[in-house]
């Protein structure tokens, strides 16, 4: 490789940082705006969130493109070739974060509909968390950080905990008065949406751990030489 | 490269699609014996379908494993680059299916603590449908077959569609008898996964399509030459 290319192929690596970073920050800012459109029963703001995922749709296709084209013209060895092979499968897990937020703003838009059941005050908590837990795994893979993505996965376990406490309080209303039930559903609905969000900041730091440590975290116990092939 | 060479090559590539076929295989049958489980009422069975998500780890570890070694030794060009980096993304998304089932036995077991609600009739067929679909998407990646991704995007309508019916008399239920409530929320838990799967088997065919054609139907209205760097 001579100096100029190899210069290019750095600054290319850059561009699919930045552009990662550019497509967390969008996918983030949909949770948040839903969230908002959710706590201020404001329908033309979820439809906004809703009409914005083709963004994220379109910033999904350009990485996917740009990784193809550095496996196939700057055939990367070793760690360069595990961080563009990481970025594929991330990439697709920031796709299905806006997909996520559309969903908590589609049921946003049907809340609004209907008088508020109670204040809400776990569902924020979960965003907050769980869109600062995809942030932390992102700024790991850029920085092939390991030690920044362990604290991903030792916040999952929080964000579960909220759910789960959320998820007993709805049921109580659901069993109390029969005409909770299908708000409490959709509340229910969007904690199970937040606990998704944070399980694919889970997985994206599972995966950073394994870019660069080759050791699999995702599945605790399991290192590359268990996975040999079917004797 | 070498004829010996090249025929490793291929030898590699078709232990890559057996690989992807018998993880698919397994997930399938995860799906099937977490059903089987809910409808006969036997936890023993759901237990042995949790257990089993340690095959499927395994699986996917192994998998990522063969394609970065086929990308760094073999660097392919053109149309095998596209297979493998698809291989990579679909991975994962049989890595969800196999959680997806894993979380039907969950709540599997939880159901035959309690007498039973209602006979299951939805719940099996969106099963079949979901696993079904699984089972064509892959066989369209493997067989590099465009149009039978393209079945496999139009059956997923038939599973949402039974998706929003079983929910309507779900809610049904819980509105008349509040003692039903966390039976029927269990159940509403069991057809959105397997609605899931049906979204993971759209979004392996999606990719199937986007592998074949480089043609974005994942976005529909989107080219590659949309996505070009911001300006």
Same mark, same amino acid.
């Given at each position: 490789?001579?100096?100029?290319?190899?210069?290019?192929?750095?600054?290319?690596?850059?561009?699919?940082?930045?552009?990662?970073?550019?497509?967390?920050?969008?996918?983030?800012?949909?949770?948040?705006?839903?969230?908002?459109?959710?706590?201020?029963?404001?329908?033309?703001?979820?439809?906004?969130?809703?009409?914005?995922?083709?963004?994220?749709?379109?910033?999904?296709?350009?990485?996917?493109?740009?990784?193809?084209?550095?496996?196939?013209?700057?055939?990367?060895?070793?760690?360069?070739?595990?961080?563009?092979?990481?970025?594929?499968? @991330?990439?697709?897990? #920031? /796709? !299905?974060?806006? %997909?996520?937020?559309? +969903? &908590? *703003?589609?049921?946003? $838009?049907?809340?609004? =509909?209907?008088?508020?059941?109670?204040?809400?005050?776990?569902?924020?908590?979960?965003?907050?968390?769980?869109?600062?837990?995809?942030?932390?795994?992102?700024?790991?893979?850029?920085?092939?950080?390991?030690?920044?993505?362990?604290?991903?996965?030792?916040?999952?376990?929080?964000?579960?905990?909220?759910?789960?406490?959320?998820?007993?309080?709805?049921?109580?209303?659901?069993?109390?008065?029969?005409?909770?039930?299908?708000?409490?559903?959709?509340?229910?609905? @969007?904690?199970?949406? #937040? /606990? !998704?969000?944070? %399980?694919?900041?889970? +997985? &994206? *730091?599972?995966?950073? $751990?394994?870019?660069? =440590?080759?050791?699999?975290?995702?599945?605790?116990?399991?290192?590359?030489?268990?996975?040999?092939?079917?004797?």
């Amino acid at each position: 490789m001579t100096q100029h290319t190899s210069r290019h192929y750095e600054q290319e690596l850059e561009t699919l940082k930045e552009k990662i970073l550019l497509l967390g920050g969008k996918v983030e800012e949909m949770i948040a705006s839903a969230m908002k459109s959710l706590l201020s029963r404001d329908p033309g703001l979820a439809r906004r969130v809703i009409a914005s995922d083709r963004e994220v749709d379109s910033g999904e296709l350009e990485i996917d493109h740009l990784c193809l084209s550095l496996l196939a013209l700057r055939q990367p060895a070793a760690s360069d070739l595990r961080f563009i092979a990481t970025a594929l499968k @991330i990439v697709t897990d #920031l /796709e !299905r974060i806006g %997909d996520l937020a559309v +969903n &908590i *703003a589609e049921r946003s $838009i049907e809340l609004s =509909e209907e008088p508020p059941l109670k204040p809400y005050i776990d569902i924020p908590r979960m965003a907050s968390a769980a869109t600062g837990m995809v942030k932390e795994a992102l700024d790991a893979f850029v920085k092939r950080e390991p030690r920044l993505a362990i604290e991903v996965l030792q916040a999952d376990s929080a964000v579960d905990q909220l759910n789960v406490q959320l998820f007993r309080e709805l049921l109580t209303y659901m069993i109390e008065e029969p005409k909770n039930v299908s708000r409490a559903l959709r509340i229910t609905f @969007i904690a199970k949406y #937040l /606990e !998704r969000v944070a %399980d694919h900041a889970t +997985n &994206i *730091a599972q995966m950073v $751990i394994f870019m660069c =440590e080759g050791r699999d975290v995702r599945h605790p116990g399991l290192r590359i030489a268990d996975a040999a092939p079917e004797k």
